[in-house]
């Protein structure tokens, strides 16, 4: 919900190949079994599945259609659950598919336990539980507590007069200076994520109404237990019909200022305001956005989600925060303490969204979520509905493959948990709308054209080469992108270089080899800032590094202070040979190397 502003050498023996699902090539026999150290490892119990977990997130809108009308649908995911076994994935989370007016395309939820028709029915529900079970993988749905839609019947029977019981659920002041006769000015100056005034006028009940997002969606006041209690039930209900867990969307915009304060002005370098695509002050938030009153609510829901997993239905549950946060130190306490605990993944959005190729900011912030967050899970992300994708963001136009492989690199051969979104694996790109009238998004909307909006990151899923990409058979709801006919399922798994196999390589190394699943991250070559390296060291377990090119330029590594061993390859870039030493590590433009110390 909140928004911030190369081919691949298969290496890992025929065995391992075969067991990512590659076709073997013609003619090619019955591979052996493969080695010891790159044989599937389970899970060692329920509740900790989470901790090296590789999640895959579905916009649902664009994911699948089943039915022709151009929207994606539950029974399309579920038609695609093969493709992500196959992919590696343990859990999905599924952007809201609530009953909702779609004004913010499922983020305005007017009813928490029903399924919206355009994506289906609670059977269609059931039966992807049951199917993904099937294939061990989880879903994890998006809780969306911060607001509802101006439709639920909560908010409806809110606005209907002051001294009905709903009133206190959501955040209704005078505005300043307001009069009987005149509503005066809004009660602080807070803007809207989507642009202008956070406060809406109701004329019928004369007060104004607090949106942090679109004014489709008023906020919650989260000070009044009732709403605590509802979403109590709400948690329960989902989790009785076996989710693994949730996503809590723009959690910690849950509390404003009780003192209703205007926020502080942001100035640019020469003194002046900042203005933002809307045209508006850009302000610092310190108001409206992780206040102190979100620690203890998800304690709260930390001890929901503990007491159904000790009490009714066997295995752990997960919370997922999405949590944009200006420091390591606020991202800790997210993760509660050991006596108050609230999530077992926030999201570290401060490596995944530095959003340029710079080798010393990276290996600070991972060293960050490595060692600075005491001994708590990571969980790394740097791409989502909300954002540009990857090539938006950190490509040059011309390596954006490579520079992908880089960023997945990153982003599963590290400790912790891993989150990415559709369509990363195929490196879909960011294709926003040309002209005005095309946009869907209500960002796009309002800040075009300075702000396109985020219609660019949600276009359909590209599974084949056909007129819509495999995706429909109708229209779809967004164009398919023009690069379809090279960018898509079909064709990338035919080709062992391709960026899909890569990703499969990447989370075959992640839940196969076990320095990769248990081992602790440890910098090399602290000082170099073209290439990223790292050594991944398990105690009693051979040690595997990886080294990462950030240039355009060829580059030479020494990674000798990792051991003296020889070093196996286990993923490389193409067109290198294997390193006869750990002494010479060569790397294309934006190469990338993974090997093991023998």
């Not at 879903?139 to 007069?161: G, P, Y």
């Not at 509503?183 to 809406?200: D, L, Y």
């Not at 390591?328 to 340029?356: A, H, V």
Request: a negative charge; hydrophobic letters at 35%.
């Amino acid at each position: 919900m909140k928004k911030m502003t190369g081919t691949a050498l298969l290496a890992m023996g025929l065995s391992s190949v075969l067991a990512l699902g590659f076709a073997a090539p013609p003619g090619m026999g019955q591979a052996p079994d493969p080695k010891p150290s790159m044989t599937h490892h389970a899970s060692s119990s329920l509740e900790n599945w989470w901790k090296n977990a590789v999640i895959y997130e579905i916009y649902p809108r664009s994911f699948q259609d089943s039915n022709g009308d151009g929207i994606g649908d539950l029974n399309g995911i579920t038609s695609r659950l093969d493709y992500l076994q196959k992919l590696g994935v343990d859990a999905i989370w599924i952007t809201p598919c609530y009953p909702s007016p779609q004004a913010d395309f499922g983020y305005d939820i007017s009813d928490y336990e029903g399924i919206d028709p355009q994506y289906g029915t609670m059977a269609d529900f059931d039966r992807l539980v049951a199917e993904a079970k099937k294939r061990n993988i989880r879903i994890v749905m998006d809780m969306v507590m911060n607001h509802s839609s101006d439709e639920h019947k909560w908010f409806q029977a809110s606005r209907s007069s002051k001294t009905n019981p709903y009133r206190d659920w959501y955040v209704w002041k005078d505005g300043k200076g307001q009069t009987a006769t005149d509503k005066g000015q809004p009660p602080t100056n807070w803007q809207s994520v989507f642009g202008h005034s956070a406060w809406e006028w109701d004329a019928k009940t004369q007060q104004w109404y607090y949106h942090k997002f679109y004014v489709k969606q008023p906020d919650f006041n989260w000070n009044n237990p009732k709403v605590t209690k509802a979403f109590d039930d709400i948690l329960n209900f989902w989790m009785k019909k076996g989710v693994a867990g949730f996503r809590y969307d723009a959690i910690t915009t849950l509390f404003e200022d009780p003192n209703w304060t205007d926020e502080g002005v942001v100035m640019d370098a020469s003194g002046n305001p900042k203005i933002n695509a809307y045209g508006d002050q850009v302000l610092d938030s310190s108001k409206t956005d992780n206040l102190p009153g979100v620690h203890p609510v998800m304690n709260h829901f930390r001890q929901v989600e503990d007491a159904f997993n000790a009490n009714a239905f066997p295995g752990h549950r997960v919370l997922i925060g999405e949590t944009y946060v200006a420091t390591i130190n606020d991202l800790l306490r997210l993760y509660g303490t050991k006596d108050k605990p609230e999530f077992e993944l926030p999201m570290d959005m401060q490596l995944g969204f530095i959003n340029k190729m710079d080798v010393a900011t990276f290996r600070s912030k991972l060293i960050d979520v490595e060692t600075r967050i005491e001994g708590n899970n990571p969980m790394l992300v740097f791409d989502n509905h909300d954002n540009p994708r990857i090539d938006a963001r950190y490509g040059d136009g011309v390596h954006d493959t490579e520079i992908t492989r880089v960023i997945s690199t990153v982003l599963f051969a590290t400790k912790g948990a891993s989150l990415f979104y559709y369509g990363a694996e195929l490196g879909m790109k960011t294709t926003p709308p040309t002209r005005k009238e095309d946009v869907k998004d209500p960002v796009g909307v309002t800040g075009w054209p300075k702000d396109k909006g985020r219609d660019g990151e949600r276009t359909p899923m590209q599974w084949d080469d056909s007129a819509q990409a495999g995706f429909t058979r109708g229209t779809p709801w967004l164009p398919v992108p023009p690069n379809k006919a090279a960018i898509n399922v079909k064709a990338e798994e035919a080709d062992p270089n391709s960026l899909l196999n890569w990703y499969k390589a990447l989370i075959h190394l992640k839940k196969t080899d076990p320095s990769f699943r248990e081992g602790e991250n440890v910098m090399l070559d602290s000082d170099n800032t073209k290439v990223l390296s790292w050594m991944r060291k398990g105690p009693g377990k051979a040690s595997v590094v990886v080294a990462a090119n950030f240039t355009t330029e060829p580059q030479t590594v020494n990674l000798k202070e990792a051991g003296s061993g020889k070093v196996e390859t286990l993923l490389k870039s193409p067109g290198t040979a294997d390193p006869a030493s750990l002494e010479k590590i060569e790397l294309p433009a934006y190469g990338v190397f993974i090997g093991e110390i023998e």
